[in-house]
């Protein structure tokens, strides 16, 4: 590492930011540029369904990092400019518009893009996808009291945003192709909870329901679904998951699997290219596979890991994934591998805070937190750990958690 070097980043997100920020913290000394397609500097996205969506928050207040950052250690914020290619051979990028920008090192944290819509209608007038600020702007002045919002889509973004849209007196359907909600990334059982939870909120849940058409002229009018049925709305929102940008890397030769490839370290199998965030499919030990984790956490941990890579610091990046959602009055919190099958027991009373432990074959395996933040921290921590704890420990409320961590 020498002053002299420059590094570049591609993907001006919360990845992107974090590493910029981690490469002058490990005392890296020469020219760092930014890329970001997007005209915004660096933000966070989960406020984008829930208080940036209500209007409960100024959107300024998304921003990763203060307005001075830039300017006070000497970062070059290049927004609005998209890369088009990497010459490998060259050390070079080059951006939509033709300009050569030399690197001795690269990261790449271009992200994610949204899934489109493979059905009739998406183009019409009050069809909504949320990924970015502008994404958010848009929706947000379409959600009046009132009116029909179709939420295409069970995960989690569409249950934020059918929260949000509740929050604001629409009157609010969700439909999902899969036999629970958030059927990709949790078991039925949590589902389940989901969807009593919204239905309590006046939620319309059609599960096992696709879309065959969304309905209207110009505007939006309705939702034909897979049964035939057709629902009234004014407006819908697609949110049926997002793809890896994994074009760019791909076309300089990096090995692409559902993501780019990369070691512990943020390597890549392009020399001097690095990459980190929701792009990646990296080694998880705690997983015991190799995986592709959309999430808050790994955005910025990761990016933190590979900016220190790059840096020259030994790295082995490896959590135990974490995540999180508000919808209502509950905080969800997710960590480690929760599946359908495994041993569930609970700790808390259902009608209060309360935390679902996961156990498979007689090891902790994952922590479901419902307002109970604190448990799925300890939790995790005893996953990361390794520290053998039996299901009677955890259920028994006079067990302190944090003992059990100190062993």
Not at 291 to 304: C, P, Y
Request: net charge negative; charged share 25%.
């Amino acid at each position: 590492m020498s002053a002299s070097d420059t590094f570049v980043v591609i993907g001006a997100g919360q990845a992107g930011g974090r590493a910029v920020e981690a490469m002058r913290t490990a005392g890296f000394a020469g020219r760092i540029v930014l890329f970001g397609d997007e005209a915004e500097p660096p933000y966070e996205r989960p406020p984008l369904s829930k208080k940036l969506l209500t209007g409960a928050a100024e959107d300024a207040s998304a921003r990763l990092l203060a307005d001075d950052f830039f300017a006070e250690k000497d970062v070059e914020l290049r927004t609005g400019e998209a890369i088009s290619e990497i010459d490998v051979a060259g050390h070079a990028v080059v951006t939509a518009g033709g300009e050569r920008h030399a690197y001795d090192k690269l990261l790449l944290c271009t992200g994610a893009r949204i899934r489109r819509a493979p059905f009739p209608g998406a183009d019409l007038t009050g069809v909504h996808y949320l990924r970015t600020l502008d994404d958010t702007r848009a929706l947000r002045a379409d959600l009046w009291p009132g009116r029909r919002l179709v939420v295409v889509g069970g995960g989690y973004l569409g249950l934020e945003i059918a929260a949000s849209a509740r929050s604001l007196d629409l009157e609010v359907s969700v439909v999902e192709l899969a036999p629970h909600l958030v059927a990709r990334g949790a078991p039925p059982e949590l589902g389940a909870y989901l969807a009593d939870l919204h239905r309590a909120r006046g939620v319309a849940i059609r599960l096992e329901t696709g879309v065959e058409e969304i309905l209207g002229s110009q505007r939006v009018e309705g939702v034909r679904l897979s049964g035939g049925e057709r629902l009234a709305a004014d407006v819908v929102v697609v949110a049926i998951g997002i793809l890896p940008n994994v074009e760019l890397a791909e076309a300089a030769g990096a090995v692409v699997d559902d993501g780019i490839v990369v070691d512990a370290s943020g390597r890549t199998s392009l020399a001097d290219v690095y990459a980190a965030g929701d792009v990646t499919r990296h080694p998880n030990p705690h997983l015991g596979a190799s995986v592709r984790l959309e999430s808050w956490q790994n955005a910025q941990e990761q990016a933190i890991a590979a900016a220190k890579a790059m840096c020259g610091e030994a790295v082995d990046y490896a959590v135990v994934p974490w995540f999180w959602s508000d919808q209502y009055d509950l905080n969800l919190q997710l960590a480690g591998d929760c599946r359908a099958g495994d041993e569930i027991v609970r700790r808390g009373e259902l009608d209060g805070p309360h935390a679902l432990f996961y156990f498979r074959g007689g090891r902790l395996v994952g922590v479901v937190g419902f307002n109970q933040g604190r448990d799925v921290r300890m939790g995790q921590r005893l996953i990361e750990r390794g520290v053998a704890v039996t299901p009677e420990q955890v259920a028994d409320p006079a067990v302190k958690l944090q003992r059990l961590l100190k062993g």
